[in-house]
């Protein structure tokens, strides 16, 4: 599951405007938390699918927080977050 168009352009707008306002960190605060969002949205999902699809669960990797770490280093450079400030990504 994604953000859909829509929101990922409420969310740039908002981004923009926040900044232009004046209001830096809580356009950051609210970028990390749209990120957080749809990484666990997305990394919820995948667990589902690989727990569903297996009859042994390894306890240690079917956790939500393995999935969003390995989600994160895998999806944050995607299309999937296209809605980000450049500004508030580091590098």
Do not use: C
């Not at 970028?31 to 990484?39: D, H, I, M, P």
């Amino acid at each position: 599951m994604s953000l859909t168009a829509g929101a990922k352009n409420e969310l740039r707008s908002l981004l923009f405007t926040l900044v232009k306002l004046g209001g830096e960190e809580i356009a950051r605060k609210l970028q990390l938390a749209g990120e957080n969002f749809q990484l666990t949205q997305m990394a919820a999902v995948k667990l589902a699918e690989d727990t569903i699809s297996t009859d042994i669960i390894n306890e240690k990797a079917h956790t939500l927080e393995h999935y969003i770490r390995k989600m994160r280093s895998e999806l944050l450079n995607l299309d999937y977050f296209s809605w980000r400030s450049k500004v508030f990504i580091s590098p």
